[in-house]
């Protein structure tokens, strides 16, 4: 088999930069001046000690994260911080809002609910998460613990384009468009991300967590499990136990090469450029319509519909044979899905808009 790269439009994991993977080639055997692999190597070493406070202080320059925030790397995915979240800031007598506007928010509510009271913000599910909630349907709580929402929504293709006003902490799932863009982490209070979708390979979750925050998670740490403990994590700064090394190793590779591209501003530029050539070809005649309402699109994950299912069908098999991989909606939802994120290229998105044409071209 040939180890000619093809177009990777999958949700995550997903696309890493070229670059990157070659450094990861070029330095598996030996770390320049270690003699052993990054896959070898213990977490207490010097060495990997270091390659975590690089990536850290990349990870603060990148998204200017103020000094009263801590930065862990944590493991379980963002599907544990649907847990992590409410076991750690939701009091017996309190209520957290939640957002449902998204399958995964859906998925974070569900757990919510297994450890306390839960007040459901607003819901767009009626609709099928087509839209966000606006700000004027949102009924808060006040005095909330926190709010909870999903910047993104990966199988649904919404994205918020300003955060939503809200009292109590924000606490936001940006597993699917974490560093595309700039984000005001001062406007958060928690944000958190499973790496393998713009920063990096599976393995290793990122959690920004305000320090008033981290202080209520102290006060209930001697009754959680201790994994599931930020206090714990905090203050053994992410090496309680043995982190992925590996994943924080090479998210640590793509923060260089986001640096590289302009940061967060250049991210956003590319990104947007991708997004926009993407979408005036699904709008361009009707034959393909878009799933998300304009005003929220996405620009990470583009969802859209044929006529008939069996169209979609032959338009993802015939896609896949041109080397264009990964174009089938979330198995929930069907129709299709290119997902554009940070490493994702320009080419790819221009031969998927000359394959666009030609199909409609002969199914039209
Ligand atoms: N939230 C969002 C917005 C996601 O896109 C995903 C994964 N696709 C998850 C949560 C779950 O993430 P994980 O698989 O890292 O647990």
């Keep these: 088999m040939s180890s000619k790269r093809i177009h990777n439009f999958a949700a995550g994991p997903a696309v890493l930069p070229v670059p990157v993977l070659e450094q990861v080639q070029r330095d598996l055997l030996a770390l320049p001046g270690v003699g052993m692999s990054i896959l070898e190597i213990s977490h207490r070493s010097k060495t990997f000690e270091s390659i975590l406070a690089e990536t850290e202080a990349d990870i603060r320059a990148l998204a200017a994260i103020p000094s009263n925030y801590r930065v862990l790397f944590m493991q379980g995915g963002a599907s544990l911080q649907f847990s992590m979240v409410p076991m750690n800031l939701l009091g017996a007598a309190e209520t957290a809002d939640y957002i449902d506007g998204g399958s995964w928010a859906a998925k974070a509510i569900q757990e919510a609910r297994k450890v306390g009271n839960v007040n459901v913000a607003a819901s767009t599910k009626g609709e099928r998460y087509g839209r966000l909630p606006a700000q004027a349907e949102l009924k808060l709580t ?25 009292d109590a902490p924000l606490v936001s799932d940006t597993s699917s468009d974490m560093f595309s863009r700039p984000i005001d982490i001062s406007r958060h209070a928690l944000v958190y991300a499973g790496a393998q979708k713009n920063m ?4 290793v979750t990122i959690v920004i967590i305000r320090d008033d ?38 998210v640590g590779l793509v923060m260089k090469w986001v640096k590289a591209q302009g940061g967060l501003p250049g991210m956003a530029a590319r ?11 699904i709008d361009r005649t009707g034959f393909f319509r878009g799933t998300a309402r304009k005003e929220d699109r996405s620009m990470m994950n583009i969802t859209f519909r044929m006529a008939t299912e069996a169209l979609e069908k032959s338009f993802v098999a015939e896609a896949t044979a041109a080397g264009l991989d990964g174009l089938e909606g979330h198995r929930s939802v069907g129709g299709i899905r290119a997902s554009l994120y940070n490493a994702f290229p320009e080419e790819g998105v221009d031969a998927l808009v000359a394959f666009m044409k030609e199909f409609e071209r002969r199914n039209g």
């Design 200 to 203: 990096g390979p599976a393995g």
């Design 213 to 250: 925050l981290l202080e209520r998670a102290a006060t209930r740490k001697s009754s959680l499990p201790t994994m599931m403990s930020y206090a714990v994590l905090a203050e053994n700064n992410s090496l309680y136990n043995t982190p992925p090394t590996f994943a924080v190793y090479a």
């Design 142 to 166: 006040s005095g909330a613990a926190y709010v909870h929402m999903t910047s993104n929504n990966t199988i649904e293709g919404t994205e918020y384009k300003q955060l939503p006003d809200v």
């Design 271 to 281: 990104n947007e450029r991708k997004a926009q050539k993407l979408y005036a070809e």
